[in-house]
């Protein structure tokens, strides 16, 4: 493999300049606005995976934004590992990043990835810090999936812009585009079946992409992409679809396979959950299911048995609403 290979495409092809971004047009206004202006406020952005959230706040927190001295002015902090989402990280770190002016800027940023990880303790602190800070130079930058995690009176010090998955065309061109910059050979199958299966997860895509090209070309490997966590999900989509063609005789065996995979493999759930819920195959019901095991599934006690409750939940709400609706 090349060089050039070798490097991290993700990180190498990630968009740098706001221009590149894929963003509404009164968004990219508003974002032109603050760079220029250097008036950078409380950011929020909500949305599924895949809409460009981080990409944004990286460019903002960038010498394309507001920010020329990273190294002293950005406190990068990723929501939802163990050590940083406690009130401790809030109270030994956070805050004593904030307690010193900013060097060469006119801000220092906390930028949040994943904040609705965050737990309730460090979201009360996080309120006053806000206020304490903002009048100065702090600002705070959020991303998260789930809007609805992050506390009203919290959401309240925070410009909101709620982001949609990137269209899968521009996904397709983007992929073509490193392809094409690495000489690497392809066909547009093969790059058309990673999309598929990862879609909207654009890292997990051009990752595997970049595991999958050797020696100048494109080889999937299929049971490198089609993950454990894709087969779970897809298994719960496909009950769903069995229950509203009334073939509930199918699903029993649909269950046992995902039950096999569930005793068989540690699963990274919180990714299971987001793609469930951002999924347009699932009905309104099944997403108020799925929502409720997701903002309860760090408190279980054995995940996979957690998940399996959610998944018997949405077969007996199905079974009862179509019972409902067609009698049957």
Same mark, same amino acid.
């Given at each position: 493999?090349?060089?050039?290979?070798?490097?991290?495409?993700?990180?190498?092809?990630?968009?740098?300049?706001?221009?590149?971004?894929?963003?509404?047009?009164?968004?990219?206004?508003?974002?032109?606005?603050?760079?220029?202006?250097?008036?950078?406020?409380?950011?929020?952005?909500?949305?599924?995976?895949?809409?460009?959230?981080?990409?944004?706040?990286?460019?903002?927190?960038?010498?394309?934004?507001?920010?020329?001295?990273?190294?002293?002015?950005?406190?990068?902090?990723?929501?939802?590992?163990?050590?940083?989402?406690?009130?401790?990280?809030?109270?030994?770190?956070?805050?004593?990043?904030?307690?010193?002016?900013?060097?060469?800027?006119?801000?220092?940023?906390?930028?949040?990835?994943?904040?609705?990880?965050?737990?309730?303790?460090?979201?009360?602190?996080?309120?006053?810090?806000?206020?304490?800070?903002?009048?100065?130079?702090?600002?705070?930058?959020?991303?998260?999936?789930?809007?609805?995690?992050?506390?009203?009176?919290?959401?309240?010090?925070?410009?909101?812009?709620?982001?949609?998955?990137?269209?899968?065309?521009?996904?397709?061109?983007?992929?073509?585009?490193?392809?094409?910059?690495?000489?690497?050979?392809?066909?547009? @199958?093969?790059? /058309?079946? !990673? *999309?598929?299966? #990862?879609?909207?997860?654009?890292?997990?895509?051009? %990752? =595997?992409?970049?595991?999958?090209?050797?020696?100048?070309?494109?080889?999937?490997?299929?049971?490198?992409?089609?993950?454990?966590?894709?087969?779970?999900?897809?298994?719960?989509?496909?009950?769903?679809?069995?229950?509203?063609?009334?073939?509930?005789?199918?699903?029993? @065996?649909?269950? /046992?396979? !995902? *039950?096999?995979? #569930?005793?068989?493999?540690?699963?990274?759930?919180? %990714? =299971?959950?987001?793609?469930?819920?951002?999924?347009?195959?699932?009905?309104?019901?099944?997403?108020?299911?799925?929502?409720?095991?997701?903002?309860?599934?760090?408190?279980?006690?054995?995940?996979?048995?957690?998940?399996?409750?959610?998944?018997?939940?949405?077969?007996?709400?199905?079974?009862?609403?179509?019972?409902?609706?067609?009698?049957?």
């Amino acid at each position: 493999m090349s060089e050039l290979v070798e490097a991290m495409w993700i990180e190498k092809y990630r968009p740098k300049e706001l221009k590149d971004l894929v963003l509404p047009k009164q968004y990219k206004t508003d974002f032109e606005r603050i760079i220029k202006r250097c008036a950078l406020q409380n950011l929020l952005f909500s949305g599924p995976p895949g809409g460009g959230k981080t990409t944004l706040a990286r460019v903002l927190c960038s010498k394309h934004g507001v920010l020329f001295n990273r190294k002293d002015n950005l406190l990068l902090v990723n929501g939802s590992t163990r050590k940083t989402r406690s009130i401790g990280y809030v109270d030994t770190v956070i805050e004593p990043f904030l307690k010193y002016p900013p060097a060469q800027d006119k801000y220092k940023v906390v930028f949040i990835d994943e904040a609705d990880k965050l737990t309730t303790d460090a979201f009360d602190s996080l309120r006053g810090i806000i206020e304490k800070y903002h009048v100065a130079y702090g600002r705070f930058i959020f991303t998260c999936n789930y809007i609805s995690k992050i506390p009203g009176p919290l959401q309240s010090r925070f410009t909101p812009y709620v982001f949609q998955q990137l269209p899968k065309e521009f996904v397709l061109n983007y992929c073509k585009n490193i392809l094409d910059t690495e000489s690497i050979k392809y066909e547009d @199958k093969d790059i /058309n079946f !990673i *999309i598929n299966q #990862l879609y909207p997860d654009v890292r997990s895509i051009v %990752n =595997i992409m970049q595991k999958c090209s050797w020696e100048g070309i494109l080889k999937i490997n299929k049971d490198l992409i089609i993950t454990h966590e894709k087969t779970v999900t897809s298994g719960v989509v496909e009950i769903i679809s069995l229950i509203e063609k009334s073939k509930d005789s199918s699903i029993g @065996k649909v269950v /046992n396979s !995902i *039950i096999e995979i #569930l005793s068989k493999h540690d699963l990274e759930f919180s %990714n =299971i959950y987001t793609t469930l819920f951002f999924n347009s195959k699932i009905p309104a019901p099944a997403k108020i299911i799925v929502n409720k095991y997701s903002n309860s599934h760090q408190n279980c006690l054995v995940p996979h048995m957690h998940f399996m409750a959610m998944t018997f939940e949405i077969i007996k709400a199905l079974q009862s609403y179509r019972k409902a609706v067609v009698g049957k």
